[in-house]
């Protein structure tokens, strides 16, 4: 699976996108974010606040309890500041 | 209704796009639009740095402008918003509607506006006056409250 | 804020007058405005002839604009209105404003078109598509409500 | 005082404005309303509807009930429909 960060959650993770095999036991976003989270210090940064970072799945916004299952493509990103 | 949509780096002609507006298909009557410009916030700012999400950013910019033309009776739409280096008064975001009547153009640019502000995948950052980056933009708590009010 | 309020026959140059806005004194980041035009209501006009009380037409607008100024916190604001007579597609009146965020300039330009509708002494007459006068365009009771809103 | 009108109340009138000598006993835009009315069809016409014709004293919206004393100008019209 495709994961793709950005704004200052790409900066403590410290690369724009990576891909990874999950894990048995892997099933929604927020099992992700758990699993993410204890790989590494940038991660475990990227992700301290859990209702902070959002999330999208093949492009969508999703909530924290959609399963992983089909998506190509996750991203994780801080609330939106456009417009 | 085809919208116009883009997500570019460069500027855009606002003239050029009320104009096709004007004469999309209907009976025009009233084209309402908003231009979002990059502020200074009092001399601090050298410019925004604008992140985006390629591909989820044009797609979310859709979906907002689909329910926009579900909820008004719009007869055109566009929306040009930008990414990239942008200094201090430099145009960010266009949005334009076209309806018969004032009312449909009015609310549904400030309904587009209000969800891209909190849907569309951008980022900003400050770069400062004199050099060197700032923090990310915060969210706004505004932002999230206009949005709520079109529910 | 010096607003720019003009009454007028001639046609207006929108982009001139937003990039002005854009220029404020201040620190500009949002510019809203709306466009009203002549509708040919299906192909059954030839245009709309518009009257005007020539010095109420101006100082109302002028009232109706020191209003929204006095609830919105703008950096600048242009209101012109035509008058003679105007064919299908042809610009009749533009109001926009500038403002440091969106929701004073997309409010104060709703709330300036709501009390020009019902405040501003112009009256509409239409001339149809095949030579000859039609009636004096009624006052709507939409426009009347959309003021009352703001009450 | 100086009247003008606009608009179908013009039309109906006859023309687009007038000199007049208020007589005693007109003293608010209602009395004029009645006064002018009672001058011939055309007035009668455009004032038959007396919820509809809107005044104005020196270039400002004001109620029926205005007083006309130290006005210089005063107008009469329909609804607006301009915008």
């Known amino acids: 699976m495709k994961i793709v960060y950005f704004s200052w959650v790409r900066e403590r993770v410290g690369r724009p996108g990576e891909e990874v095999e999950l ?61 | 209704m085809t919208p116009v949509l883009s997500v570019q780096r460069e500027d855009f002609d606002v003239a050029a796009e009320l104009d096709a507006l004007a004469v999309s298909a209907g009976d025009v009557g009233a084209v309402a639009s908003f231009v979002g410009l990059c502020r200074s916030e009092g001399g601090r700012l050298a410019g925004l740095e604008l992140e985006h999400y390629p591909g989820m950013a044009e797609a979310e910019i859709e979906r907002v402008v689909a329910e926009a033309a ?16 942008l200094q201090p008064g430099e145009r960010i975001v266009l949005v334009a509607t076209a309806a018969g009547h004032r009312g449909a153009a ?35 708590t505004t932002d999230a409250l206009a949005e709520r009010r079109w529910e």
Chains 1, 4 share one sequence.
């Open chain 1, 23 to 83: 894990p048995e036991g892997v099933a929604t976003v927020q099992d992700l974010i758990g699993w993410l989270s204890a790989r590494g210090e940038g991660y475990a940064d990227a992700f301290a606040n859990r209702g902070v970072v959002r999330a999208a799945l093949d492009r969508r916004h999703v909530p924290p309890d959609s399963p992983l299952a089909g998506a190509r493509e996750v991203a994780f990103f801080p609330p939106m500041t456009g417009g």
């Open chain 2, 70 to 85: 579900s909820r008004f009776d719009l007869l055109g739409a566009t929306v040009i918003h930008r990414f990239g280096l």
């Open chain 2, 106 to 140: 009015l609310e549904a640019t400030t309904f587009i506006m209000d969800f891209l502000k909190t849907r569309a995948p951008f980022w900003k950052r400050e770069h400062l006056q004199g050099g060197g980056l700032g923090p990310w933009v915060e969210a706004s």
